[in-house]
């Protein structure tokens, strides 16, 4: 039997307990994400779900918590010129990348230290 892979139904990264506010505040009032609703089963384990078009993220609550300084995701944007200023007028640290042949890239942390990825196709 072949294996058909779809789509990427969602991403999720980790958190330390108790940070779901810090979580809803830096990706629904920054990145711009809505909250969606976890299944009833799930929500005892703490955590937020949060969706923006077809992509999910998922906050996950870990303990001990260790943030992901190298697995990331990576998120297209159209203008990443408009990303940045938008950061820095959050007062959120971000780093230029040039290393990837065709990209504008930066990477961003989340409140968390979990490293995220924006990129912009040059065409």
Known sequence: M???IKTLDHIQLAAPKGSEEKAKAFFSDVLGFYE???PEELKKRGGVWFKLGS???HIGIEDPFIPA?????AFEVECIDELKAHLT???IAWKDDHKLPGAKRIYVQDPFGNRLEFLQWIK
């Open 89 to 91: 007028e959050q007062t």
């Open 36 to 38: 969606i609703d976890k």
């Open 55 to 57: 992509i999910q993220v």
């Open 2 to 4: 072949a294996v058909t």
């Open 69 to 73: 300084k190298k697995a990331h995701p």
